[in-house]
């Protein structure tokens, strides 16, 4: 069966930093590109940024420069580190894969985790 574990969100003020990591299982992890997207309250879930197999990355213009996406094939793992965040990145944040079109969702969710950023 298909896992994807999602951890690592907090409450963090607004310029600060987190990372949050999505642990995989089930799946050859190493042959697809994985993504994040986040939910806030009341909005629909929106794209984040993802990674593809050659390690290239793609992100959401509002995150752009901001986030990093990378990952570790050996251990299964897909980070999102998230730098000089804003009231607007609060949110539950998804790990999903895995994906064949870049922003259209692949099969796969993750549980989430909830980010928030608050003075």
């Known amino acids: 069966q298909v896992q994807l574990v999602e951890s690592g969100g907090s409450l963090v003020e607004p310029g600060g930093s987190l990372r949050l990591s999505c642990a995989a299982s089930?799946?050859?992890?190493?042959?697809?590109?994985m993504g994040w997207y986040r939910q806030a309250p009341g909005k629909e879930r929106a794209w984040v940024g993802g990674?593809?197999?050659?390690?290239?990355?793609k992100y959401a213009d509002s995150v752009k420069g901001r986030f990093t996406v990378s990952r570790d094939n050996a251990k299964n793992t897909m980070y999102l580190e998230m730098n000089s965040l804003k009231l607007e990145d609060t949110a539950v944040y998804y790990c999903n894969g895995p994906i064949t079109d870049w922003g259209t969702p692949g099969q796969y969710w993750g549980q989430g985790t909830q980010v928030t950023v608050s003075p």
């Open positions: 990674i593809n197999r050659l390690a290239y990355t």
């Open positions: 089930g799946l050859k992890f190493a042959a697809y590109t």
